[in-house]
């Protein structure tokens, strides 16, 4: 089963930027559609970013559209979220998820905090 450990998390103040990472280990990332989703404080888990097995293809939420880019290493085992233009709203525990859609559910990291500060 495959495990996935995020890093990059952290504070930022309003327009600046972070890279979240996620490394995966215990299985092949390129076997799987990767993705991001988010959990601010008192809300659902929300969708952020998805990328199928190779990279070919991108979803990304409405919100982050623009501001946010999901890629993939499959020679690094590794995903990122660049995540630019940041704003308060953008605080939450971010999520690294692999599964078999553009919104995969399947496997998920511990997450890792992201504040953003006006």
């Known amino acids: 089963q495959v495990q996935l450990v995020e890093s990059g998390g952290g504070l930022v103040q309003a327009g600046g930027s972070l890279r979240l990472s996620c490394a995966g280990s215990?299985?092949?990332?390129?076997?799987?559609?990767m993705g991001w989703f988010r959990q601010a404080p008192g809300m659902e888990r929300e969708f952020v970013a998805g990328?199928?097995?190779?990279?070919?293809?991108?979803r990304y939420a409405d919100s982050v559209m623009g501001r946010f880019t999901i890629s993939r290493d499959n020679a690094k085992n590794t995903v990122s979220l660049q995540m630019n233009s940041l704003k308060p709203e953008d605080t939450a525990v971010y999520y690294c998820?692999?599964?078999?859609?553009?919104?995969?559910?399947?496997?998920w990291g511990q997450g890792t905090q992201i504040t953003v500060s006006a």
């Open positions: 990328i199928s097995r190779f990279g070919a293809t991108r």
């Open positions: 998820t692999a599964g078999y859609s553009l919104k995969p559910d399947d496997y």
């Open positions: 215990g299985g092949t990332l390129s076997s799987y559609a």
